[in-house]
């Protein structure tokens, strides 16, 4: 059974770059779709995004431009990055791990593990 | 994007109670629609994909249906450790989205 675990910086100020990442345990980084997501009081469940271990992405248009998610398949871990923070990115960071199925859109595609979340605040 | 609306927002419920939450997606979505379980300081958990698929693992009280813009979780019988937060998620299209949750408290 993967088990994946975030860490990152817990504070930060507006307009700094927040970095986070998802250690993956348990099984191959080239199984899943590896995703970010984030929950706050105001906004609930928010998706960000998602790589394969192809390097394909697909991030929610409303924060591209400002994300990136990137992959190190030699230390079994994926990373997200928001740019320019401010307190709407104030929120609790989820990474998980997607299935997809099917072989062509619409697809079933959906989170079969996710991590326990870290907490991200941003304050001047 | 679809919108995803989940009632009740809480609801309050008896050990042994038979429960049923709603979602509602804001066009159809067939049955890319699934459903996850959030504990207190806990990541979310998959209970049912594609609509009535029960996830490996899942107790067989859990169960799902519709089809379209109307869906529902059944838990037949509640167990103390089912009191949480539930959401529904499509995947119909690219920007998934998810429901706003429903609050299952003890009464």
């Known amino acids: 059974q993967v088990q994946l675990q975030e860490s990152g910086p817990g504070l930060m100020k507006p307009s700094e770059t927040l970095s986070l990442t998802c250690a993956v345990a348990g099984d191959s980084i080239n199984t899943f779709y590896w995703n970010w997501i984030r929950q706050s009081p105001g906004k609930g469940l928010e998706w960000i995004g998602y790589?394969?271990?192809?390097?394909?992405?697909n991030y929610n248009p409303s924060l591209k431009g400002r994300v990136s998610i990137s992959l190190d398949t030699s230390r079994n871990q994926f990373s997200l990055k928001v740019n320019s923070v401010t307190a709407a990115d104030t929120a609790v960071y989820y990474c998980?791990?997607?299935?997809?199925?099917?072989?062509?859109?619409?697809?079933?595609?959906?989170?079969?593990?996710w991590g326990k979340g870290t907490t991200v605040t941003v304050s001047s | 994007d679809i919108q995803m609306t989940q009632s009740p927002s809480s609801l309050s419920a008896s050990i042994g109670d038979r429960v049923t939450i709603t979602c509602r997606a804001s066009q159809s979505i067939s049955t890319y629609l699934h459903w996850y379980q959030q504990k207190p300081g806990q990541g979310p958990k998959l209970l049912i994909y594609a609509a009535s698929g029960l996830q490996s693992g899942v107790p067989s009280r859990f169960s799902g249906s519709g089809s379209g813009t109307d869906f529902t979780l059944t838990i037949s019988s509640l167990q103390p450790e089912d009191f949480a937060t539930y959401y529904c998620q499509q995947s119909y299209t690219t920007l998934i989205t998810f429901g706003q949750g429903t609050r299952l408290e003890i009464k």
């Open positions: 790589i394969y271990y192809s390097g394909s992405t």
């Open positions: 998980a791990a997607g299935v997809l199925t099917g072989y062509y859109s619409p697809y079933h595609y959906y989170m079969a593990v």
